[in-house]
């Protein structure tokens, strides 16, 4: 189903200690079509630990923390609340409106990660995903533009086989 991708199961998390690129991937609650729908794609030095905290974030929504300051000597001082992040947000948001997330390895390259990760995001117009916190809020991009953005990123550098199998995976997810 997922073209010759690495699934990411969750239980398994501890063996990436590695760097690479995932997608998450979920089915709309209450669509009958079982449709999948990519809905973000990420990079990291080490994909287990970010994952690691994502599927902590899918599971247990809390809107803050109780958190411990402690000083240099390890002393206890205060005590304070530490309130939920933009991503735990997203990922209550997800967790409320997807199910059967499915995650993917779509590559554990160590090289040009950010430029794997646009292009396996606009080949599959990520949902969730935003480049790097960089977009314009009064702008909308239309399925001829997310095209034309997809066809200027530089994929020069990256592995041709990578390449093909994201493209013959774009082929798929856009026909399912």
Known sequence: MFHNFEIIEQSEISEYKYPGVWAMFGIKKGDNSSKYICLNVGKNKCIGDELKIDFERLEC????????YKNQFNEEKFTYKEYATRQDWLYKEISEKYESIIIILV???????????????????????????RYSPNRVIDSLEISKIRNDINISEIDKSLIKKIDEFKKWYDNQ
């Not at 929504?61 to 411990?68: A, D, E, G, Q």
């Open 61 to 68: 929504f809390m809107p803050f923390r109780k958190k411990i």
């Open 107 to 133: 590559t554990n390259e160590t090289e040009k990660l950010y430029t794997i990760e646009k292009y396996f995001a606009y080949s599959t117009k990520a949902a969730y995903w935003v480049s790097n916190g």
